[in-house]
């Protein structure tokens, strides 16, 4: 296994987005590596704004008290290790954007679909698939292991 230095685990408060943390927080803690979650509120990206549940993400404060408890979830995890950014914008560009800038060499992305990831891929797993320039590790809900890709 690579030893990462830096993963970028953008989160959307779902449920595959929770164990994505889950992952990207133990991948950090075992590889010695820091881990920002990211938030990325704004415009729609494809058919819906996958980053922008309506019911997680209504006012702005009960959006950063859930963000707040999130990075809690992941520091527990990885203690002294972790922190956190908040885009605005088209979900795909904005992560893309952000991990090439800021130098990640792994992004943890939580998929809705089981181990045939890429058949019911979200617009914005689509877009990390065709265009990362690094490694892309998929973590779907139902399989007890994440399913990579290397983009």
């Given amino acids: 296994m690579a030893a990462w230095r830096r993963i970028c685990c953008p989160v959307d408060f ?44 209504g006012p702005g404060r009960r959006r950063r008290e859930a963000f707040a408890a999130w990075l809690e979830e992941a520091e527990a995890l990885a203690p002294g290790r972790v922190d956190s950014a908040v885009l605005s914008g088209v979900a795909d ?18 998929t809705a679909g089981p181990r045939r990831v890429f058949r019911r891929a979200s617009p914005l797993a689509e877009a990390l698939l065709r265009r990362a320039a690094i490694p892309v590790l998929f973590v779907p809900p139902t399989s007890p292991g994440p399913a990579t890709a290397t983009a």
Avoid: M, W
Wanted: charged letters at 15%.
């Fill in 93 to 110: 560009e904005q992560v893309l954007g952000f991990a090439e800038e800021c130098g990640f060499d792994l992004i943890v992305v939580g």
């Fill in 14 to 57: 779902t449920a595959p987005s929770r164990l994505a943390l889950r992952v990207a927080a133990e991948l950090a803690q075992a590889s010695k590596a820091h881990l920002t979650l990211l938030l990325v509120t704004g415009r729609r990206v494809g058919p819906a704004n996958v980053f922008a549940p309506p019911s997680a993400l």
